[in-house]
């Protein structure tokens, strides 16, 4: 089985930043493409960045400039940078990513937990 385990949350004032750490654990032969998306109450969830293996990045409108996706292939994480927040970012942010398993010729997605995202005065 595979496991992503988020970190980093938490409260925050605006214009503060924080960073998010994905780490992926278990029988795994690669990760393709490794990605945040985020969650706000009453809303659907959304992708926020996403980064291949290679280092494409991707990010929506409304974080390009102020989040940085980046990832660190030997360790399986993924990070999130987060500057400039704003209360719109709001949300429970989930970690997500392309897993290729040992013996399995296929690659699944996979989901975090989830961790909490705060912007308040």
Do not use: H
Not at 88 to 95: I, K, M, R, S
């Amino acid at each position: 089985q595979v496991q992503l385990v988020e970190s980093g949350g938490g409260l925050v004032q605006p214009g503060g930043s924080l960073r998010l750490s994905c780490a992926a654990s278990g029988s795994i032969t690669s990760i393709s493409v490794m990605g945040w998306y985020r969650q706000a109450p009453g809303k659907q969830r959304e992708l926020v960045a996403a980064i291949s293996s290679g280092g494409s990045t991707n990010y929506a409108d409304s974080v390009k400039g102020r989040f940085t996706i980046s990832r660190d292939n030997a360790k399986n994480t993924v990070y999130l940078q987060m500057n400039s927040l704003k209360p719109e970012d709001t949300a429970v942010y989930y970690c997500n990513a392309d897993v290729l398993r040992i013996g399995v010729f296929r690659a699944s997605n996979y989901w975090g937990q989830g961790t909490q995202v705060t912007v308040s005065s």
